[in-house]
């Protein structure tokens, strides 16, 4: 296991720095460990429909996206 994220090449990690990483979406399997905060994006953009970056656009630029960058429902 290698101690950096293939996706972004940040430190496998969380987002709070912990060990925690998570299986990449971009790949039926789910077999490619990611850090937290790409898991994190990857969840976010596929629940709103972006979709995630492709290994092919592998290392991902920009900041990750959270959970705070989703629009929030009226009276929620």
């Not at 953009?45 to 092919?56: C, D, F, H, I, K």
Request: proline fraction near 11%.
């Amino acid at each position: 296991m290698t101690n950096m994220c293939p996706r972004c090449h940040g430190p496998l990690t969380g987002q709070d720095g912990n060990d925690e990483s998570g299986a990449s979406r971009a790949v039926p399997e789910r077999d490619i460990d990611v850090c937290g905060p790409c898991t994190t994006d990857e969840a976010v953009r596929q629940s709103v429909g972006l979709g995630v970056a492709l290994m092919a656009e592998w290392p991902a630029r920009g900041p990750h996206m959270t959970w705070d960058d989703v629009p929030k429902a009226p009276g929620s």
